[in-house]
């Protein structure tokens, strides 16, 4: 048995994805070594084999996650892990997967950039890449975990969604979260919601591999399973073959991202924490969230009163929401580990009257509870 | 009574999908004519048959055969050809690409696929351009030869397709043209039953592009050149060495008994199990 389901174990980050994996039934890994999330492929290429799943080290990303494609069009669960440069290798895929509409789930252990960056450290830095990486219109969802136990949960809850949206997900833990170790206690086996391949159920004649329902989702078949169909990057109709006609384009295009927008409700995952009652509010994710929670603590004890606010779903963002909840705020503090990127969606979703204040930390370590006292006290 | 049609139309999409979009007088047409009768001569079924292909004129062969098809992106028909080969071992797949395709932004992909010995067929249609762009230089492109980014004469030496997937590992390594057609079906047939990676290629003209760059005429007079331009091997081992130069050979250069990246992954398997029985 490879997830000690039930058992108290103290796991790191990376280990967790890689268990959270096989507890989703990951079926296909494909993956490129990149520090910080060599872990994930290392020790799945150990558990893989075991369960008779298979796992190969590609030559490089792009290799990666079109053969990640690939393994899923043929019926196979699949997963890889990279980090910034890998990350930007993938786009190519990563837009091939929304366009032609097939679950993967690619998990991006952020560290600092630009470029090769700060290998070993971390940032938060492949926010909008995650976004907008690739080009054209497209959607994303994306998750950042906060601890170890939610690796594990994110990882499995990445590939159900997946599945229910026909789409890939992308999980960004940051470098501390996929390094960090923590004692978790697994759930019991059968307690996690395990999304199964959806299955056809019309004749074969029939089928049409992007058939129009209303949850602008349908069940797609897998290569191999008696129904034949096209796939392709260009844009193309319900059978999957390529089209230019005006109505089936923009029938593509507005489904692609109807399937996102009109289920927002089954996306959106915030935690709030005595947001409502305090004027002032900080807003983090990923491991800034952590410190944004012993900072509202320390201020506590001060009888200074915060509240934080943490979106786990970072795409699509929780616009009602942040509207809803931040725009009466006299003052939203946003850490981040860049010079700024989630800001600009927070600032998008609140009036002028809201002072929007940032906190960048953009030298590979982490953002410290005292940092966001200091900061929290300078505009309160 | 309507005469029937002829057995090919069985695999192919012939209600909607044509006309094809390849020009008057290119190759690849007839490719995909000698890939249908391999296929129909190994009785294979159309729902075990794969066919991935990258980017170009070539890559757009999928949309018409009757198989399971996937179109990818520029040079990566081999890497989802991959994925899906170790997701379901028992599809027959082949992977369809032009010489860009697969020799310049799938060079890493070819030479990686060749090494590791995944069970694909790989076909290069060689047309010595980028068709679809406009006839730019490509890597089998010959020195001297004039193109759309080539307006002075290509001054880079080119792949020999065949050396280079030999040096690679490629257990069958084959080149044909699509004028010796009775040869290119023989030679399909057998990289299509060769277990592990089989590479062919095929010497197909581009009257539009590179013909008409070339003023090397028409289709006709480029199907002639094929014709006259090209050697097989037993002609090649019967000729003196200085009438042989400047031909290019024909035939099967590689035919070796080989483990697949399949058989080997299964065994690793095995080995896993074992290992972590003995320690439990």
């Known amino acids: 048995m490879i997830v000690p389901w039930g058992e108290t174990r103290l796991v790191q980050g990376n280990e967790a994805v890689a268990l959270g994996a096989v507890a989703a039934g990951i079926e296909f890994f494909a993956g490129y070594p990149i520090t910080p999330s060599t872990e994930i492929a290392e020790l799945l290429a150990k558990y893989m084999p075991l369960l008779g799943t298979k796992w190969i080290q590609m030559e490089d990303e792009i ?105 890939p997900v992308i999980l960004l833990p940051d470098e501390i979260i996929g390094h960090m170790r923590e004692r978790i206690t697994f759930p019991a086996e ?12 019309v004749p074969v004649e029939w089928y049409e591999h992007y058939h129009v329902t209303a949850s602008n989702v349908s069940p797609m078949a897998c290569i191999g399973s008696g129904y034949r169909f096209h796939v392709t990057g260009l844009t193309h109709d319900v059978h999957g073959f390529p089209t230019r006609k005006e109505k089936e384009v923009i029938g593509k295009m507005n489904r692609l991202k109807h399937k996102i927008t009109r289920r927002l409700d089954e996306l959106e995952d915030v935690r709030m924490h005595d947001v409502e009652e305090n004027p002032v509010t900080i807003f983090a994710y990923g491991s800034v969230y952590r410190s944004a929670l012993a900072a509202q603590a320390m201020l506590k004890k001060r009888k200074k009163k915060v509240g934080v606010f943490r979106p786990v779903t970072l795409w699509p963002f929780p616009d009602r929401t942040v509207k809803e909840e931040l725009d009466s705020k006299e003052v939203i503090l946003v850490p981040e580990l860049n010079q700024g990127q989630l800001i600009h969606e927070v600032e998008r979703m609140t009036s002028d009257s809201v002072r929007v204040v940032p906190l960048h930390r953009i030298d590979g370590y982490e953002i410290t509870p005292e940092e966001i006292v200091n900061a929290v006290l300078e505009v309160m | ?30 490719v995909m004519g000698s890939i249908i009768r391999a296929v129909d001569s190994l009785s294979w079924e159309k729902d075990n048959i794969v066919m991935v292909s990258g980017i170009g004129c070539t890559s757009r062969m999928p949309v018409y055969v009757d198989f399971n098809t996937i179109h990818t992106t520029h040079g990566r028909a081999l890497a989802f050809g991959t994925g899906v080969k170790m997701a379901n071992p028992s599809l027959n797949i082949m992977a369809v690409m032009g010489d860009g395709d697969a020799l310049a932004i799938g060079g890493n992909h070819i030479i990686h696929a060749a090494r590791r010995n995944i069970n694909i067929t790989a076909i290069i249609v060689n047309n010595d351009n980028y068709g679809m762009t406009g006839g730019q230089f490509s890597p089998v492109t010959p020195e001297g030869a004039k193109t759309a980014t080539t307006p002075y ?25 699509v004028y010796h057609i009775v040869e290119l079906d023989r030679i399909l047939t057998r990289a299509f039953r060769k277990k592990g990676f089989s590479v062919v290629e095929v010497l197909a003209p581009c009257p539009t592009n590179f013909g008409r760059a070339n003023r090397l005429g028409g289709p006709v007079e480029m199907m002639k050149l094929l014709k006259e331009n090209t050697i097989n091997i037993s002609q090649a081992k019967a000729m003196k060495p200085e009438d042989a130069h400047g031909k290019i050979v024909r035939g099967v250069f590689v035919d070796k008994v080989s483990i697949s990246y399949e058989e080997r992954y299964d065994k690793l398997c095995e080995k896993a199990g074992n290992l972590a029985g003995a320690s439990r």
């Not at chain 1, 899923?72 to 786009?91: C, D, E, I």
């Not at chain 1, 059968?190 to 056809?200: I, W």
């Not at chain 2, 005469?3 to 999409?13: D, N």
């Open chain 1, 63 to 167: 290799a990666s996650i079109s053969a990640l494609i690939g393994a899923r069009l043929a019926g196979a669960k699949s997963m890889t892990a990279t980090s910034g440069p890998g990350f930007s290798l993938m786009q190519e895929g990563l837009g091939y997967a929304c366009m032609a509409e097939v679950p993967l789930v690619l998990v991006n252990v952020m560290r600092g950039g630009p470029s090769t960056g700060l290998p070993t450290q971390v940032a938060q830095g492949d926010i909008m890449q995650a976004r907008w990486g690739t080009h054209g219109d497209h959607p994303v969802i994306a998750l950042a975990p906060s601890n170890v136990r939610e690796c594990f949960e994110m990882t499995i809850r990445a590939f159900n969604l997946s599945e229910q949206f026909r789409t």
């Open chain 1, 190 to 201: 059968g307690d996690l919601y395990v999304e199964p391949k959806p299955v056809p159920d």
């Open chain 2, 1 to 30: 009574m309507p005469a029937p049609l002829p057995y090919e139309y069985k695999y192919l999409r012939s209600k909607k999908k044509f006309p094809h979009v390849w020009c008057p007088g290119c190759g690849i047409g007839i």
């Open chain 2, 153 to 177: 004469g290509m001054i880079e030496p080119g792949f020999d397709v065949c050396n280079l997937m030999e040096g690679a590992g490629a257990p069958f390594v084959a080149r044909g043209t």
